[in-house]
Each structure stands twice: as C-alpha cells, then as structure tokens.
C-alpha cells in the first residue's frame, strides 16, 4: 500500500474524517475563497472554483457556507489575502513530503510547519529540497459508480489522459499538466462532473518505510494535516499492509 490516500481511505471507512468536519470546512472554505479570487466567480467559467464548489458539496457544506466564501473571494465581503505556499522536507525513515499550504501569515505558518516536522522526527527542507522526488500531473478523480472501468479507461485515453487507476473507492486519471483541462472537460461531457479535478504530486518511486518509523510518519502527517492553513500533503512512502491495518485500528 502505497502513499498517504491508502491510509486516508482506511481512516475515512472509520469514520475519522467526520470528527474533523469543521477543520475540512475551514480548508474548503479557504479553497472557495481563493479560488473566487483567481478568476471568475462563476464555477461554470472557473475550473478550479467549480472543483472547489464540488469538494465542498462532498463534505455537505451548507449552500450558503459555499456561496459566502465565493462572495468573500470575489471581494463582496471581508478580507482575501490568503497566498499559495509550499514547504518540503524528509520525515521518518527517508520518506519526502510536500505539504501545500494557503495562508494569510507566512511566518506563522512556516514555524507552525517547522515545529511539526520537528516534533515528529522530520526535517523541513528549502523549496526544491524534495520536488525531484515527485512528478507534477492533473488528476481527475470519479466515483466508482460514474462508470466502469472499461468505459472510463478508454474515455481517459481518447481524451488524451496517461493512466487510469480503478478500484473500488472510485477513478483516479493521471495526465499531464498542460493536457489537465482538456481531459477534465472531455470527460465532465461523458460522466458529468468529477469529484475533483486538480495539479497533485505524484511519487516517482515510494520508499520502504520499516514498523517502527511508521507510526511517527502517520502522526506527522496528520499533525501538518491538521494546521488549518495546510490544504494538501503529498508523501512517497510504501507502508506494509498489516501495519496500515494496525495503525488504522
């Protein structure tokens, strides 16, 4: 089992994810915002407002909720100075993390991110520290139920994607970067719309990651997942089966 979305799918089926609803609100909220800010208010002429707005409706954000960060983003109301950064750095056993972060105080969240991986047997690193490790690409992602496996490999290829995952917590497309929008918009015309549509950073290879440093990278992980200005964390590590089960339980 490989990467930090095998063990979020575990934790999810326990139920994990509904005691921290009100943190997901405050990152989706932050996204809506932000998104609204990038361009048009309109998530029918915004692709990552309209993947914001679909993340948001996922977790069962209330209407208004949603319509109130997009107003803030657009300028109706408060105040929209939130700012993309990225940080990098190693965690226990060797494994490269890139956490991407939204915040309005870059030195609060740098030393908030620093003193995680501190306290957890990581090391932050300088920007670029780590990147070599992964590979920028879009990602789209479909419920299982939107279509086979079949139909939803030969949608991805026609549309010009580069791989298709299918199991049974849905489909995940790879494709380039450049190639993301026309990718996400041939298949939102087949399927309807995505779960999510967005740049992640897949792990060009995953590092091994022994019992006894597991434990301490899962809890540094969900230490810098729980820093409200934290949207996304991406890690290239490999954690056996029974030990994700263990840790799980």
């Not at 932050?30 to 998104?35: D, I, K, N, P």
Request: glycine share 8%; proline share 3%.
């Amino acid at each position: 089992m490989a990467g930090h979305s095998a063990f979020k799918n575990i934790m999810h089926r326990k139920g994990a994810q509904d005691a921290k609803r009100a943190k997901v609100f405050t990152k989706l909220i932050r996204e809506l915002t932000v998104s609204a800010k990038s361009g048009l208010p309109d998530p029918a002429h915004n692709p990552r407002l309209r993947a914001a707005v679909l993340a948001a409706r996922e977790a069962n954000m209330p209407r208004d909720t949603i319509e109130r960060a997009i107003k803030r983003g657009a300028g109706g109301e408060g105040d929209a100075s939130y700012e993309e950064v990225r940080y990098e750095g190693y965690g226990p056993g060797g494994v490269a993390l890139i956490v991407e972060a939204l915040t309005d105080n870059r030195n609060r969240t740098a030393a908030e991110v620093r003193a995680t991986f501190s306290k957890n047997g990581g090391a932050l690193g300088e920007t670029n520290s780590v990147a070599f490790n992964f590979t920028r690409s879009g990602e789209i992602r479909y419920a299982a139920d939107k279509a086979s496996a079949d139909a939803m490999f030969e949608a991805a290829l026609e549309a010009g994607a580069d791989d298709v995952a299918s199991e049974e917590s849905g489909h995940a497309v790879t494709c380039a970067v450049e190639s993301l929008a026309a990718v996400r918009d041939a298949l939102e015309a087949k399927f309807g719309a995505p779960r999510h549509a967005k740049l992640v950073w897949k792990p060009n290879l995953a590092v091994p990651v022994a019992a006894g440093d597991a434990e301490t990278l899962i809890k540094l992980i969900d230490g810098l997942e729980d820093n409200d200005d934290v949207q996304n964390v991406y890690a290239n590590f490999d954690i056996a089966e029974d030990v994700m089960r263990k840790l799980a339980g």
